[in-house]
């Protein structure tokens, strides 16, 4: 039922409008007017939309162009002589008495320059929000209730553009976001589909897109309002199992996320994993896959495949309360720690305007995929991304910000009370992985760490586990140096896996993951 919503709210309106066809207004800057292009009538987003909405529902659907080249949203915002904001343009006016049934809006980009007065204090911070949901409120008149489409991640920027660089696009993601909350309109990624082919299709301006950009807008659109398992934006993960005494963030790289299963080779390991297996039987733990938003409650049969680490400290957790233990999963072989942070944390920045996190902001402002993304330091990471990406079986979570998207922010947006946060991770951060190994900048590894503690935990005072990195014949020990500054700054558990003898010389999985749960376990009494 849930996974056909927007399918049946589009019968929904195709019904209401048997005699007349349903109205779709696109309003918006000069991406949606069709600046630059040779035919706008049938070369902008809007008519390459209506053409694929007549192929699919023909006769059913009239699609307008409402566009006005360089509009925003701030209603006191100036261009030129002339107010900028869109609610004034003489195309809302219009957009307004049309009464449409769907409205489509992707302003934003010309807001770049005041947004950020709202966090250096220049401008009252829930302006752009309230000034946006105040325009869409306009057309909620009358008991008509369109359904609206809002960019929440807007059409990206290259390089030799003017706001290239800028954390305000990725800081207006939250309050785009926001404005789809209030207004009840579904968020339409157009960030990512424009990336991937950015020094393509964008004009000489470094803005506008060509024709071809224009239809990957309208295709992404169409997908919008048309595919199955789309959801509203306020629609919150639900969280639903047992009454757990605990509640653990499981997350980190391969070394989190690897199975007892790959660790059953030898008789001895073996021997292991059966008496791993014995001690879940008595335990109450439950499981949740950021893979698939699944709950399950763990049982010898099948945990195998589970986070062999996790799983094991989940045991001695419910071994020493004697209660129900919880697990949220949010873990995939070679993720950097990037990939689990948000690109607002990324791009943050302090009063005076500055980023809090200078390299993590030139990563997430690159705008290019990692293995073109010059500022990202792990050689090995960019080197296999486009592999993995192509594979589907493998790590498909390595792009910032992904691992967020798909797994912490979930958990945010489920608001789920967390107890604990267990991290492993750092090998695809600590070196730059080319010949000869050596240790990223430390700045950087400095950043990303505080960066990840205020993401994770933010401000709850709830115990963060963090695992250094254990022996191996790689320069590790300045990020375990690192690691071991942050928790202390932080108030973090650093778990010195080191000191303890743990690892193996010339394998980055040591296979005794029981050793390395009891090291944990004990850190927290």
């Given at each position: 039922m849930k996974k056909f919503f927007v399918a049946i709210a589009l019968v929904a309106v195709i019904a209401a409008h048997a005699a007349?066809?349903?109205?779709?207004?696109?309003?918006?800057?000069?991406?949606?007017?069709?600046?630059?292009?040779?035919?706008?009538?049938?070369?902008s987003y809007p008519a390459q939309l209506q053409k694929m909405l007549d192929e699919k529902f023909p006769g059913q659907y009239e699609v307008r162009n409402f566009g006005n080249s360089g509009r925003g949203i701030y209603l006191d915002s100036m261009r030129g002589s002339e107010k900028r904001g869109f609610r004034y343009m003489n195309e809302h006016k219009a957009a307004l008495e049309w009464k449409p049934d769907v409205v489509i809006c992707n302003l934003g980009i010309n807001d770049n320059g005041e947004y950020i007065k709202e966090y250096t204090g220049g401008r009252k911070r829930g302006q752009?929000?309230?000034?946006?949901?105040?325009?869409?409120?306009?057309?909620?008149k009358d008991g008509r209730k369109p359904q609206f489409y809002i960019w929440t991640k807007l059409a990206p920027l290259a390089p030799g553009q003017n706001f290239y660089r800028s954390p305000e696009p990725f800081l207006m993601q939250t309050d785009l976001e926001r404005v789809a909350?209030?207004?009840?309109?579904?968020?339409?990624?157009?960030?990512e589909p424009l990336r991937e082919k950015m020094d393509e299709i964008l004009a000489k301006d470094k803005i506008h897109p060509n024709a071809e950009g224009a239809r990957i807008i309208a295709e992404t659109t169409f997908k919008a309002m048309t595919s199955p398992g789309q959801e509203p934006i306020d629609k919150p993960e639900t969280f639903k199992t047992?009454?757990?005494?605990?509640?653990?963030?499981?997350?980190?790289?391969?070394?989190?996320q690897k199975g007892w299963n790959e660790f059953n080779a030898y008789p001895?390991?073996?021997?292991?994993?059966?008496?791993?297996?014995?001690?879940?039987?008595?335990?109450?733990?439950?499981?949740?896959?950021?893979?698939?938003?699944s709950w399950r409650r763990l049982t010898p049969e099948n945990a195998l495949r589970k986070s062999a680490f996790g799983v094991s400290f989940a045991i001695r957790r419910a071994e020493a309360t004697k209660k129900s233990i919880a697990m949220l999963y949010v873990a995939a072989g070679g993720a950097p720690t990037e990939s689990f942070l948000s690109e607002q944390t990324m791009c943050a920045i302090g009063s005076d305007g500055k980023p809090l996190y200078p390299a993590l902001a030139a990563i997430a402002t690159n705008?290019?995929?990692?293995?073109?993304?010059?500022d990202f330091p792990c050689a090995w990471v960019a080197?296999?991304?486009?592999?993995?990406?192509?594979?589907?079986?493998e790590a498909y979570w390595w792009p910032v910000s992904l691992m967020y998207d798909k797994g912490i922010k979930r958990i945010k947006d489920g608001k789920v009370k967390i107890d604990g946060i267990l991290w492993y991770q750092g090998e695809s951060n600590a070196t730059t992985c080319v010949a000869p190994d050596k240790p990223t900048d430390r700045d950087y590894q400095l950043?990303?760490?505080?960066?990840?503690?205020?993401?994770?935990?933010?401000?709850?005072?709830?115990?963060?586990?963090?695992?250094?990195?254990?022996?191996?014949?790689?320069?590790?020990?300045?990020?375990?140096?690192?690691?071991?500054?942050?928790?202390?700054?932080?108030?973090?558990?650093?778990?010195?896996?080191?000191?303890?003898?743990?690892?193996?010389?010339?394998d980055v999985h040591p296979r005794d993951k029981a050793a390395f749960a009891d090291l944990a376990a004990k850190a927290l009494k």
């Open positions: 007349d066809k349903a109205k779709v207004a696109c309003i918006g800057d000069s991406i949606t007017y069709g600046y630059g292009l040779a035919d706008r009538a049938t070369e752009f929000v309230l000034d946006y949901a105040t325009m869409l409120a306009d057309y909620v909350r209030v207004s009840h309109a579904r968020g339409i990624d157009m960030q047992t009454n757990p005494h605990e509640v653990w963030l499981c997350a980190g790289q391969s070394n989190m001895a390991e073996k021997e292991r994993v059966k008496k791993e297996m014995a001690r879940l039987a008595k335990c109450d733990i439950h499981f949740w896959d950021f893979n698939d938003g705008r290019h995929r990692l293995d073109q993304n010059r080197r296999e991304y486009p592999r993995r990406r192509a594979n589907k079986e950043e990303t760490l505080r960066a990840l503690v205020s993401e994770l935990r933010g401000d709850r005072k709830i115990p963060f586990i963090m695992m250094g990195l254990p022996k191996m014949n790689r320069p590790w020990e300045q990020y375990r140096d690192v690691q071991r500054e942050v928790c202390e700054e932080t108030g973090a558990i650093f778990v010195d896996t080191f000191a303890a003898g743990l690892g193996e010389m010339n």
